[in-house]
């Protein structure tokens, strides 16, 4: 059983759309991360939320923890080719220790 | 640049072969990660590290796979006797401990391959 649920699992969008990507989990997180992979290379850390109901931006993109602190968010606005890759979300449950990471979700934008 | 180094990026080996990664984590982290991560899934967890102490091994681990981290530095994972479902990208990641704010830098990943 998956801890995080991502969804959509694949997207495909045209550049200058808006998206919206989801982490889902029955669990309640101390934190959570996102995260941006490439082929070939590591995942690259993009936020960490802590707090219920917190949003942050990142410039283009703007990330929301759910007040439960079960779920969260990923928004990107006027998408650009150069935001293709995969987008991963990661939690820490209370006392685990260690991040758990969702299958995450490819996105492709299209020129 | 400081980041977190994994050598080699791939290796190619035989089906019953032991294979070793290195990984370099930044100079001024406590905990070190490895995961594991095959095409279409999100990074698996191995087993981790607090300075020299590894603290919890995932239970899927099979015996085959060791982890060391002497001196709280560098760290290798060795796999023996590989069998072609070890085919995976093998991270490493550091990070400074702030609690249960977890950040994770990872490295660019070993890319294993079993014939």
């Known amino acids: 059983t998956q801890l995080l649920e991502q969804s959509p699992q694949f997207l495909s969008i045209q550049e200058g759309e808006n998206l919206t990507v989801y982490c889902n989990s029955s669990?309640?997180?101390?934190?959570l991360q996102w995260y941006r992979q490439e082929p070939g290379e590591g995942p690259v850390l993009l936020v960490t939320?802590?707090?219920?109901?917190e949003v942050k931006k990142l410039k283009r993109l703007t990330f929301q923890f759910g007040d439960a602190r079960k779920d969260s968010s990923l928004h990107i606005t006027a998408a650009q080719p150069g935001d293709t890759g995969l987008y991963l979300c990661?939690?820490?449950?209370?006392?685990?220790?260690?991040?758990?990471f969702g299958d995450g979700t490819t996105l492709t934008v299209k020129p | 640049d400081t980041g977190v180094s994994q050598d080699p990026r791939h290796k190619i080996t035989k089906r019953g072969q032991n294979v070793t990664f290195r990984c370099d984590p930044i100079s001024e982290h406590n905990r070190l990660y490895w995961y594991r991560q095959t095409l279409g899934q999100g990074p698996e967890f191995l087993t981790y590290?607090?300075?020299?102490?590894?603290?919890?091994k995932s239970r899927l681990l099979s015996d085959r796979f060791s982890a060391e981290r002497p001196k709280g530095s560098f760290s290798t994972l060795e796999i023996q006797r590989t069998e072609q479902g070890d085919s995976a990208m093998y991270l490493c990641?550091?990070?400074?401990?702030?609690?249960?704010?977890?950040?994770?830098?990872f490295g660019s990943g070993t890319q294993l391959s079993v014939l």
């Open positions: 990641a550091s990070s400074p401990i702030y609690g249960t704010n977890e950040k994770l830098f």
């Open positions: 590290f607090q300075n020299e102490a590894q603290l919890e």
């Open positions: 939320v802590v707090t219920g109901g």
């Open positions: 669990s309640v997180f101390s934190s």
């Open positions: 990661a939690g820490v449950v209370t006392n685990a220790g260690k991040s758990t």
